[in-house]
Every structure is written in structure tokens, then in C-alpha cells.
């Protein structure tokens, strides 16, 4: 079901697009509860999708995206069983390459969407672990809408998205799935030039 609320979007979201500096409250303050995150999210694709270009929208989306994913705790638990016997240095590359490509992923993907795109936002009760899902959906033209659950944890900065469940299929299973392939046929270098090789690919998109 298609939502035609109008959002509006919070300081700290305007502030990241406009290049301007995002302070740790300022974060705090779109991320200080799960359906805040997704919120904030949602309202940060909307706000740079008329940009022209996908390099403009790269560049406005990448503060968003960053305070409200934990891309490095992805990146990690995606590489987790190799993860020990990388040096500090090669942990950095590769969660550098990682952030890039799931800056450029929203960037490519997302540039026609608007307030109806995007379907009410809620939160399900905190599990064992004490980990979020909050639902929604994304409409498409002329296709059914997908599903998404987004599933947060909080750490120091607040309410991060840590996975993305759509349609019942896990984003970071099937991260998971590629990378170690990937890792065992190429190691790390084969890994970050897959990844770069990808979003240079979502870049000419």
C-alpha cells in the first residue's frame, strides 16, 4: 500500500545533504530510536533524487547513509571468517571499498523515488539480542511493491541499520554468500577489485 504522506525532512538529514558538519547530537537526533533510522533514510533518498547526476547523488548521500547504517559491523560479520587474519590495514581497505559500494547501491537505485514511494514505518518489539525490525515497503511502477524489514541495533551513535531483509531474502546472507566465494577463488585483492568493479559499474549506470 502506497503512503502519500508528505515528509518532512530533519535538520541533521538537510544538514548532511548540504555538505554541511553533522555533529554527534545531530546524528543521535535522526537515529535516537529504529523507526526515527528508517525515517531519516527514506527522507534522505528523497530529498537528493531529482539530483542530476548518480556521482551528485553519491556525494549527498553518503553522510545520511553513513549514520544510519553500521557499515562497518556489516562489512565485518560479512567477511567474519576471515575477518582474524586480516591486518588492521586491510580491514580498513576493505570496509572503505565496502562503504562505497553501499553508498553507490542507494545512489543508483534510488533516483526516481518520491513521498509515495515508500509505504508506514513500523516497529516490531526488541528481540533476545535486543535487535529492531521495522517494516515498510517500496513501490514500483507497474510491479508489486517489495517488502522490506529493516533490522537495527544500537550502539554509540543510536539506532543503525545492521540488515535488509526484502522480500523475505537477506541482504547480508547474501553478502555473506558472495564475498566468501569470492575471498576463497581471489582473496582480499580479488574481493576489494570485485567490489570496486561493481560500483563502477552501478556509476555508469
Do not use: C
Request: no cysteine; net charge positive.
Amino acid at each position: 500500500m502506497k503512503s502519500r504522506r508528505t515528509l518532512v525532512v530533519s535538520a541533521a538529514v538537510v544538514m548532511a545533504i548540504a555538505g554541511l558538519r553533522v555533529s554527534a547530537q545531530d546524528v543521535r537526533s535522526t537515529t535516537d530510536s529504529p523507526t526515527a533510522t528508517v525515517t531519516s533514510l527514506q527522507q534522505g533518498l528523497i530529498a537528493v533524487a531529482r539530483e542530476r547526476s548518480v556521482e551528485d547523488r553519491y556525494k549527498a548521500l553518503e553522510p545520511p547513509i553513513l549514520a544510519t547504517h553500521n557499515l562497518p559491523y556489516i562489512a565485518e560479520f560479512a567477511l567474519r571468517r576471515q575477518w582474524s587474519s586480516l591486518t588492521d590495514a586491510d580491514r580498513q581497505r576493505f570496509v572503505a571499498a565496502f562503504q562505497r559500494l553501499s553508498v553507490m547501491m542507494y545512489a543508483a537505485r534510488f533516483k526516481a523515488v518520491g513521498p509515495a514511494t515508500f509505504g508506514p514505518v513500523t516497529a516490531g518489539a526488541p528481540d533476545a539480542s535486543g535487535r529492531v525490525r521495522v517494516s515498510t515497503t517500496v513501490a514500483r511502477a507497474d510491479q508489486p511493491s517489495v517488502s522490506l524489514e529493516y533490522v537495527l541495533q544500537q550502539d554509540g551513535q543510536g539506532w543503525r541499520i545492521i540488515n535488509i531483509v526484502a522480500d523475505g531474502v537477506s541482504d547480508l546472507a547474501l553478502k555473506r554468500a558472495e564475498y566468501q566465494r569470492v575471498f576463497a577463488s581471489g582473496g582480499l585483492e580479488g574481493l576489494l577489485a570485485e567490489l570496486d568493479a561493481q560500483t563502477e559499474k552501478l556509476r555508469k549506470n
